[in-house]
């Protein structure tokens, strides 16, 4: 029954995802582009060829090392308006389905559902669940592939410009740096976790305080609850 549920889900995530998938495999493309053209324009070693051959006296020559130089950056940031172009075009199309799935989906609920939950709570929601699954599944196997991408390259590189004792001596503050990642990456989910929860709650306070405002003003509580939402406020950042 589990495995027939995620089943499911997945088939709509799917869904969701597919006015957005030729976009997204534009974006891989420029990706591994734009990586192999900086691992190859942006050395060193480059701009130390153009010095060597006009010392040498080759002037024609170190003209048009320069020239490749150039062009091969203004393709690099064509390529990069390019990614971030066809990038924002997936996310829209993408959050704009995730909103209106979302949106559908509440108003088949029972009304017991907006009872216990508050409306800004549900516009929060609304918003920023849309924002983080564009960013989940949009954004970040973009830049998943991409750092992958410019991983490879520099590290091909650097294998075939320097001995082998050297390479793997560079090679090992990876094994410090791989699991630090991970519990750091751990810690920021639960502390975003813990942000978004403190979030919901002045969310839904505010939201209360507003539709209430004459009983707010009878009993004379401005103040308590500014100082309430200021308090809320320090707490989210």
């Known amino acids: 029954?589990?495995?027939?549920?995620?089943?499911?889900?997945?088939?709509?995530?799917?869904?969701?995802?597919?006015?957005a998938a030729p976009y997204m495999a534009?974006?891989?493309?420029?990706?591994?582009?734009?990586?192999?053209?900086?691992?190859?324009?942006?050395?060193?070693?480059r701009w130390a060829e153009v010095v060597e051959t006009a010392a040498a006296g080759d002037v024609k020559g170190a003209y048009a090392l320069l020239f490749s130089l150039w062009f091969?950056?203004?393709?690099?940031?064509?390529?990069?308006?390019?990614?971030?172009?066809?990038?924002?075009r997936a996310e829209s199309v993408f959050g704009r389905r995730i909103r209106n799935g979302v949106l559908a989906a509440m108003l088949r609920q029972d009304f017991e559902y907006f009872d216990r939950t508050a409306p800004g709570v549900l516009q929060e929601r609304l918003n920023r669940d849309a924002a983080e699954l564009g960013q989940n599944l949009i954004r970040f196997p973009q830049r998943l592939i991409h750092r992958l991408a410019w991983m490879g390259v520099n590290v091909y590189f650097l294998?075939?410009?320097?001995?082998?004792?050297l390479f793997c001596v560079s090679m090992l503050p990876l094994l410090v740096m791989i699991p630090l990642q991970y519990f750091v990456f751990n810690w920021n989910r639960r502390c975003h976790s813990r942000q978004r929860k403190v979030s919901e709650q002045?969310?839904?306070?505010?939201?209360?305080?507003?539709?209430?405002?004459?009983?707010?003003?009878?009993?004379?509580m401005e103040p308590r609850e500014s100082v309430n939402y200021a308090r809320g406020e320090l707490a989210r950042a």
């Open 202 to 220: 002045a969310v839904a306070a505010t939201s209360e305080i507003l539709r209430e405002i004459r009983t707010v003003r009878q009993f004379a």
């Open 72 to 88: 091969g950056h203004m393709v690099i940031e064509y390529v990069t308006r390019f990614d971030e172009v066809y990038g924002q």
């Open 26 to 45: 534009v974006c891989a493309t420029a990706a591994v582009v734009n990586c192999s053209l900086r691992g190859t324009f942006h050395q060193i070693g």
């Open 159 to 165: 294998y075939h410009q320097t001995p082998t004792r």
């Open 1 to 19: 029954e589990v495995c027939r549920d995620q089943a499911s889900n997945l088939r709509v995530l799917l869904e969701l995802i597919r006015p």
